[in-house]
């Protein structure tokens, strides 16, 4: 199947700090990705949807200022989370879509947890 | 699917046994996608079986099968011969096709005992 990698999958930073997250589609190309946010033991939360070559389309309550995303090519979404306080640690996942295929399957990335002191 | 709901929070299935763990939606499409995923304790999602909405054929794979009532609007999961490395969170989830976003239930938790 297809492999979508996500790097860093673990991220200490102190607060007021900003962290890069990448999402990179390894053996396919993907015009949209996406990016979702994971508390403990809840589920996906949306939180957008990354276009190559355009703007990022945002979720009704996420902060665009503070959840920047960058899709500057056909296999790689970033996630920038400005300025980062504690209430920003979360676990992070991506996922993309093979833009040649129609199988409407997302394949995921491993994830990256994000601990803000 | 616009709305996803798992009403089954945790689950309990012997080992060997099955289990069948249930999920509803609501949509106003006519042409969808459904599917189950599973995330283990390393979060990683895999997918486990996809439904498209126009097959009237439920789809199989290996131990894992679906019962999809497209009228009753019900994607449920059953899982046959139950193992140990079947413990994990299921979500089920949707959507209305390859532009668009995927919505998650809000999971349910298999635990496989011997």
């Known amino acids: 199947g297809a492999v979508v990698s996500q790097h860093p999958s673990w991220v200490i930073c102190k607060s007021g700090t900003s962290v890069k997250i990448e999402c990179r589609s390894l053996?396919?190309?993907?015009?949209?990705m996406f990016w979702y946010r994971q508390f403990p033991k809840q589920s996906l939360m949306l939180m957008a949807t990354?276009?190559?070559?355009?703007?990022?389309?945002?979720e009704q309550g996420v902060e665009k200022d503070k959840f920047l995303i960058n899709h500057a090519s056909l296999t790689l979404s970033t996630l920038t989370v400005t300025s980062a306080h504690p209430e920003d640690s979360s676990f992070y996942i991506c996922?993309?879509?093979?833009?040649?295929?129609?199988?409407?399957?997302?394949?995921f990335g491993e994830g990256s947890r994000l601990t803000v002191l | 699917a616009q709305t996803v709901t798992q009403s089954q929070p945790e689950m309990s299935v012997q080992e060997a046994e099955t289990v069948t763990l249930s999920c509803t939606y609501d949509?106003?499409?006519?042409?969808?996608?459904l599917f189950w995923y599973k995330q283990p304790p390393s979060r990683q999602m895999i997918l486990v079986i996809r439904?498209?909405?126009?097959?009237?054929q439920n789809a199989t794979e290996n131990r894992f099968s679906v019962n999809f009532q497209k009228a009753a609007k019900s994607f449920s999961l059953k899982i046959s011969d139950s193992q140990l490395g079947d413990a994990a969170m299921y979500f089920c989830?949707?959507?209305?096709?390859?532009?668009?976003?995927?919505?998650f239930g809000t999971g349910t938790r298999l635990q496989v005992t011997l």
């Open positions: 996922s993309a879509r093979d833009a040649s295929a129609n199988t409407g399957e997302l394949f």
């Open positions: 949509t106003s499409e006519s042409d969808y996608y």
């Open positions: 989830a949707g959507d209305t096709g390859t532009a668009s976003k995927l919505t």
């Open positions: 439904q498209e909405a126009y097959k009237q």
């Open positions: 990354s276009n190559e070559g355009s703007k990022a389309t945002y």
């Open positions: 053996d396919f190309q993907a015009t949209t």
